[in-house]
């Protein structure tokens, strides 16, 4: 769940987190103060992100953005970290529209739109230029149509959640082998636990707001995340090493309750979409540096950062049923446009 710089420069994390908390804190009191009582479009927006991650340092500034570019007319406020429910709480609150807008993993939209999950497949993508290609060309516009299908809208082009790595606070995960029995956290998500299944390890479904104390307890020994959010959610206090797995990356979409969606002019809805489509291309490129800069802070706060070899787990998964098992699920279309820019699979 942190990140960010002007968009020239690069990045410098204490000087992002000071910017960032100081953007937090001062932007939106001087908008609220100016249009306060202008407002005709009073929205809420959730995420489950600690309030220093990019996804919401970026937020907060497209918010600011909007709200000074509709005059006032659309006011939303942000609450990060869970504060209106869990990931899973407010999946069902932005459909029934006590929430507007919230920002979601692929990995948990899978539960309701199964096609969001197929990005998650284990070791698809190597780099971000190809998931880049992917998700902003027919792959994430074949997704966003499936998600229009449930009742939600995407919108805008989906973020960057990064490369998902996994932690551990006993055994040092070094090799497929090393997985075999391993109590690790997963998100409320089929793709991760079928994946960690599939490599003979024990993956338990644990939402968000409840993973440093189920880490903490040892209720599990492990679990997998991009290093921004074992950065800022701090789990590097209870977890003893992370393996550079990067077994599989992850998206964030913002994502819109429609009535609510709709009920906005058309005037509007551009403004928003044009300002969370700049906000998105920010924070992509924040997830990108922070990625590589935060193996060397992790290592400060006294994990132990282990290269892996990602071939040999990629090559351990193509021996399972895995692959095959989810391009049945997924059907042809979907999966030979993964295949498309991921190359072939299995």
Known sequence: MTGRSNNSGGIDRRSFLKISAAAAVSLPLFSISRWANAAEFNYKLATGQDPTHPVNVRLQEALNRIREATGGRVD???????????????????????????????????????????????????????????????????????????????????WDNGFRHVTSSAREIRTPEDLK???????QAPMLTSLFKALDAGPAPINFNELYSALQTKVVEGQENPLPIIATAKLYEVQKSVSLTGHVWDGYWILGNRRAWQRLPDDLRAIVEREFDRAGQDQRADIARLSTSLQDELKTKGLTVIEVDRQAFRAALAKTSFYGDWKA??????????????????
């Open 181 to 187: 029995g391993f109590k690790i956290r997963v998100p």
């Open 329 to 346: 699920k997924y059907g042809e279309e979907a999966w030979s446009l993964l295949e498309k820019y991921a190359g072939k699979l299995g």
């Open 76 to 158: 939303i406020k942000l609450f990060p970290a869970n504060q209106l429910g869990s990931d899973t709480d407010l999946l069902s609150q932005v459909r029934s529209g006590g929430v507007e807008f919230f920002n979601q993993s692929s990995a948990v939209l899978a539960t309701l739109t199964p096609a969001a999950g197929i990005v998650n497949t284990g070791f698809a993508f190597t780099d971000y230029d190809t998931v880049w290609k992917a998700m902003d060309g027919e792959l994430g516009r074949f997704i966003r149509t499936k998600i229009s299908e449930t009742g939600l809208v995407s919108v805008c082009k989906v």
